[in-house]
């Protein structure tokens, strides 16, 4: 099975500061990454696919950037609305696996 | 506009069967999509759970350990999840979701708002 670790666990920010976080899975999985957001409350959003595709109506100033097995999301300038937690998934291989999460907290 | 919506109990005793079904509206079941369960706990996190597609074919995460059965209706228009022998451990949020192939996305376009359900006597 690939085991995604995501790092770091939580990131404390201010509204307009960049935010980086990472994502490494046991394996390469070829580009098959994918990012969620994942606010209080709700399901799970798709942001990215395929490593650094936004999905339809994300903004851009989410991006996400790797390969074989170090993936990054970037958020260019955080937006009040991007206080959540973000999770990486793999669909490389069955079974499908996630990340832990990073959380993205008010500094 | 593409809608996901769980149904089912929220209480299930030990040992018994949970049984969930989402409904699908805005996409026909038969489409070129996976039909997926997720599930979410404090401890563990995101879990995946299993996928079904409209001809039969599933795949199903080992780690639950041949519990899980997954089927669609292509009649109603719907989804549904069996998972027998279950503990507290079972206890969850369970969220299904959906996955397009090519030129789709691959990864879950889109989830349901999800359903608790707790495991108790």
């Known amino acids: 099975d690939i085991v995604l670790t995501q790092s770091p666990a939580t990131l404390s920010l201010s509204p307009g500061d960049r935010a980086t976080f990472s994502c490494r899975a046991s394996?390469?999985?070829?580009?098959?990454l994918a990012w969620y957001q994942q606010r209080p409350g709700q399901a799970p959003r798709l942001l990215i696919y395929?490593?650094?595709k936004r999905a339809t109506g994300i903004p851009a100033r989410f991006s996400g950037s790797g390969s074989g097995t170090d993936f990054s999301l970037t958020i260019s300038s955080v937006e009040p609305e991007d206080f959540a937690v973000y999770y990486c998934?793999?669909?490389?291989?069955?079974?499908?696996?996630f990340g832990g999460g990073t959380k993205v907290e008010v500094k | 506009q593409v809608r996901l919506q769980e149904s089912g109990p929220g209480l299930v005793k030990p040992a018994g069967t949970l049984s969930l079904t989402c409904d699908v509206s805005?996409?026909?079941?038969?489409?070129?999509?996976?039909w997926s369960w997720v599930r979410q706990t404090p401890g563990k996190g995101l879990e995946w759970i299993g996928e079904?597609?409209?001809?039969?074919?599933?795949n199903d995460n080992p780690s639950l350990k041949s519990r899980v059965t997954i089927s669609v209706d292509k009649s109603n228009n719907q989804f549904s999840l069996t998972l027998r022998s279950v503990t507290a451990a079972d206890t969850a949020v369970y969220y299904c979701?959906?996955?397009?192939?090519?030129?789709?996305?691959?990864?879950?376009?889109?989830w349901g708002p999800g359903k608790m359900v707790t495991v108790s006597s």
């Open positions: 394996q390469s999985v070829s580009g098959f």
């Open positions: 395929d490593t650094s």
């Open positions: 998934q793999q669909r490389y291989n069955w079974p499908l696996s």
């Open positions: 979701a959906f996955r397009t192939q090519s030129p789709g996305s691959g990864a879950f376009d889109l």
């Open positions: 079904g597609y409209h001809n039969g074919d599933t």
């Open positions: 805005g996409l026909s079941i038969i489409s070129s999509t996976w």
